[in-house]
């Protein structure tokens, strides 16, 4: 089945690439290499670049600066049609009055490509619709278009799919189910795959790398589970999930950790974890890492400490119990905790907030209302 679409990714190169709009810069100086046959996610938050990025890469859009190279071959350019790349949007845009199968065959018989039911019926066996073949489009649930939508673009052999929040206009369960088709079809086929979205969840699940943009650059790049676990600024810290974050000068410094002092608190993050190991640092830790305790517990120093504080809300999410605690000259900060059906802790409560130094993680720079 479809072993013809298999292996046939291409890998991405942006060298130098600036965008600008009358007004504003929507890309400055991006560098990026894509691998052939990886899985690569573009996240970042509206109007940071990633959609325009992806535009450009489509050929929809023509840079101010730098080049652009599929398969080592220079496309800055060709023209949209004449290269070698397909986009899946948000809105699948099928022809209502057309079968599945004629709707995935249209662009080869637009094209003349020899046998094009023959190989429309082989991009829809590759996403388990083949089945439903001769109905038409409103006859099919959102998830069964988005399959088609995505046939129709796998039919052509691109080397490169570039996917434009192809998810977004799904309910969550079928969301999570396409996630987990999308990748699987990923790794069948062998297609390199560009994938933009805002949704840091559906990012990370799929994506064998993620890169965050900010602003019209990538302020990190790597595999879903180092940004989470070692996020280097405070936008991938916040964007990426929750993070407390604390400031404070650095007063000490061993060879293996450097420590603040937050209104008495020592807080302290192994230095190979750090961006920064002088002056002021943001020094933060994820939700999840932290524990309660309801009376002061004995730590070693590979604990941070820091408490005691009240309970001032407590939101059960199923999975996890998730307290937001006040402690005196640190401010708010919030614990994750598996939800065992054990928990005692009550509103108003007095607490003390305790994780690992080895989770802690310091920022390259500090949050906007921090002054240096």
Known sequence: MATEFVARGSDLELVGIRKEF???????????????????????????????????????????????????????????????????FQSYALFPHMSVLENVAFGLRQRKVE????????????????HLAQRRPQQLSGGQQQRVALARALVNRPSLLLLDEPLGALDLKLRREMQIELKAIQMEVGLTFLHVTH????????????????????EQMGAPEALYDRPHTVFVAKFLGQSNLFIGDIVESSASSLSINVAGNKISVPKDRAEKHEGKIAIGVRPEKADLHQSKPAVSSNDNLIGPGEVL?????????????EIPGIGQVTVFEQ???????????????TWQVAHSFGLADLPDSVEE
């Open 115 to 130: 046998d094009p039911l023959k190989k429309a019926t082989e991009a829809l066996e590759l996403v388990q619709l083949a």
């Open 199 to 218: 949704d840091q969840e559906e990012a990370m699940d799929m994506a064998d790398t993620v890169a965050v943009m900010n602003k019209g650059r990538i």
């Open 339 to 353: 939800n065992e059906g054990n928990s005692t802790v009550a509103l108003g409560d007095q607490v003390y907030v």
């Open 313 to 325: 809300d407590i939101r059960f999410t199923g999975v996890s119990n998730q307290f937001l605690v």
């Open 22 to 88: 009358p007004g504003f810069t929507a890309i400055e100086n991006l560098d990026l290499h894509i691998p052939a046959g990886e899985f690569f996610a573009l996240l970042g938050p509206s109007g940071c670049g990633k959609t325009t990025t992806l535009r450009l890469v489509a050929g929809l859009e023509a840079p101010t600066a730098g080049k652009l190279l599929i398969g080592g071959k220079d496309v800055t350019s060709t023209k949209p049609h004449e290269r070698p790349v397909n986009t899946v």
